[in-house]
């Protein structure tokens, strides 16, 4: 396959935009994750009521960094000695004051980060592009909320393969009739 430099760079600048946006992207988030965990911990002191208008923000940074909702079980007297539990969710209530509750959105902010973190770092490893390229189909729609589990995904990664298999092989076989093909077709 011998592409000639005319050819090769808008691939490349494709290719640079792209790493270029993971990282920037994970990069801000990352940032931005840091710096509400460090409001978070000044909010607790100061009780700042300009940091509720953050709820949403920090809610959003975490469900986008893929960090599960915690849930913690609360207890409390609902008469004649007995007691309730529940369970109930830290996202949902936050912020609070209460220091299990504290401590819960405290680790699932340090989970955000580290993941923002890898994420970044998955920019300059090329295993992570070709794994990407190899279960695009499987990517694609579990971002858009298919599981990745189901027999509609797993068909249409075969399907993918047996595409990317079957190009590829066209490809390396009769690349001058391709091109040749395409160029015709273009004005």
Request: hydrophobic share 45%; proline share 4%.
């Amino acid at each position: 396959m011998n592409l000639s430099t005319n050819e090769m760079v808008p691939l490349l600048y494709v290719f640079a935009g792209l790493f270029l946006l993971k990282f920037v992207i994970n990069l801000v988030r990352f940032l931005r994750t840091q710096r509400y965990l460090k409001k978070y911990k000044k909010w607790h002191s100061s009780r700042d009521e300009q940091f509720l208008e953050s709820k949403a923000q920090v809610v959003r940074l975490l469900r986008d960094a893929g960090v599960p909702d915690a849930r913690i079980s609360v207890s409390q007297h609902v008469g004649y000695g007995h007691l309730e539990v529940t369970h109930v969710s830290v996202l949902e209530n936050f912020p609070s004051l209460d220091s299990e509750m504290s401590s819960a959105v405290q680790r699932l902010m340090r989970e955000a980060i580290g993941t923002y973190r890898a994420r970044m770092l998955q920019t300059f490893n090329p295993l992570y592009w070709i794994e990407l390229l190899i279960y695009l189909p499987r990517e694609a729609l579990g971002y858009l909320g298919v599981p990745a589990e189901s027999v509609f995904v797993k068909g249409l990664q075969i399907i993918w393969w047996v595409v990317g298999l079957v190009l590829t092989t066209l490809l390396a076989l009769y690349r001058p009739e391709i091109k040749a093909l395409i160029e015709s077709w273009l004005p």
